[in-house]
């Protein structure tokens, strides 16, 4: 039975009370049941409600010295996420061997970055020119990540001239966190945040 609430006028009584209240009531339960469903089901991702195995987290990050707020943040993003999985922070030096050349720095970082990379890591680069995900879309390719063999899932966050050609072959998929170019430090602490949301 549908009931116009604009034009709609109750009976004279305590009982035209009671319809109205139960009106209301019915009104906030759908308007409730509404949001909801379409707000908070996880109805974006595909893993929402189910179990999915937890892969041990690295994240790479070449760049200098980090600002103390920035480790601050990472630390404590650490400390929430322990209780579901091991999350590894490294932090690679930018430019190890003092090149000046642009292309022997990015060299010399990419091959510092695939050393610490092992066969059975699923690769994750950062980079710009990457996949634009949602909250979701990451959500789900970390539920990806975890029903594949490996057997961690490592981050990998660029110097100020990105990567260089081994950790691009070597990447299961590349993904961007802004459509803006972001500072190392600050790609790290979105990256953080999203990993634990």
Known sequence: MMIDVF???PPAGSRGKRTIKLLIFALHFSINHYFKSKLFSGKGCK???QSVRALPIR???VGKKRLPGVQLLVDEYIAKLKSYCHVDDVQIRSNPKNARNVMAQVHDE???VINLI???DWVVMLDERGL???SEQLAELLGDAGNTAASRLSFCIGGPY???QRVRKRANVSIKLSSMVLNHQIAL???MEQIYR
Request: glycine share 12%; charged share 10%; no cysteine.
């Open 7 to 9: 034009s709609f006028s």
């Open 47 to 49: 893993y929402a409600g």
């Open 59 to 61: 994240i790479l990050t």
């Open 110 to 112: 990419d091959i510092a």
């Open 118 to 120: 092992t066969s059975n």
């Open 132 to 134: 634009d995900l949602s």
């Open 162 to 164: 990105g990567h260089g």
């Open 189 to 191: 602490v979105v990256l």
